[in-house]
């Protein structure tokens, strides 16, 4: 099993761009999660899905940033316009089903904005 | 807020002691979970302990939980420098109709001296 699949796994970018992360879940899980780390505020679960879909996204930050699942292997977060605050470690994580807990973590995207 | 907090925030101990890290929360959960951070890398989960169980082992990890105090300890015997990490407490908590929130603390960090 490849585990949690992120990508890219470092981004360099300038504030005012459009930044896209992407992860692909374990092949079976029904639950994605994405998650941000900072120093200051440690590790924030931003939205989840079930089942491809939207369930809870009251820890995105702002209306710069959003998430999509088109289909059960794919997730993105995209952050439009990026803003030199948003720079973070990003992790995506899946699980069989919300009701199993144990998430499975990706190695994380490193997003910094100039 | 139900954010598990650890305690301590860094610890460091010689290889063969063993470690002792506490997590407090503040609201009822469903479940807590230890999760395993290396330098640079994602989460990894180490133990999950539901809300009517008292203790819990896994190898050289032993958990427990007091629900009337709103608390878990997480044991690590017989240290190796391999243990060296970001320890992180989560609590779990549905509260209906799919709504789910894992919650995580700042984490505690370990340093095993050879």
Redesign the interface.
């Known amino acids: 099993d490849a585990g949690?699949i992120q990508s890219p796994r470092h981004e360099v970018t300038e504030m005012g761009q459009e930044v896209t992360l992407r992860c692909k879940p374990i092949s079976g899980h029904n639950s994605l999660?994405w998650y941000r780390q900072t120093m200051m505020r440690?590790?924030?679960?931003l939205i989840?899905f079930?089942n491809n879909v939207p369930?809870?996204d009251s820890g995105m930050p702002e209306d710069r940033f959003s998430a999509k699942m088109p289909n059960a292997s794919f997730s993105t977060l995209k952050i439009q316009p990026s803003e030199p605050r948003d720079s973070a470690v990003y992790?995506c994580?899946s699980s069989r089903q919300?009701?199993t807990?144990?998430?499975?973590?990706?190695?994380?995207t490193r997003l910094t904005v100039l | 807020s139900q954010q598990g907090e650890e305690d301590p925030q860094a610890l460091s101990i010689q290889e063969g002691e063993n470690a002792t890290m506490n997590c407090s929360y503040k609201t009822s959960i469903n479940?807590l979970?230890w999760?395993r951070q290396n330098s640079g890398?994602?989460?990894?989960?180490l133990i999950?302990i539901r809300s009517n169980e008292r203790e819990k082992h896994s190898g050289r990890l032993r958990v427990t939980l007091d629900t009337s105090k709103k608390s878990s300890s997480l044991l690590i015997t017989a240290s190796r420098a391999a243990d060296t990490a970001s320890y992180?407490c989560a609590t779990?908590l549905?509260s209906g109709a799919?709504?789910?929130?894992?919650?995580?603390?700042?984490?505690t960090k370990l340093s095993v001296i050879p």
């Open positions: 949690v999660f440690g590790l924030e679960l989840y079930n369930i809870d992790f994580a919300i009701s807990d144990t998430q499975y973590f990706g190695p994380g | 479940n979970q999760y890398r994602g989460l990894v989960h999950l992180f779990a549905y799919g709504s789910y929130q894992l919650t995580f603390g700042k984490g």
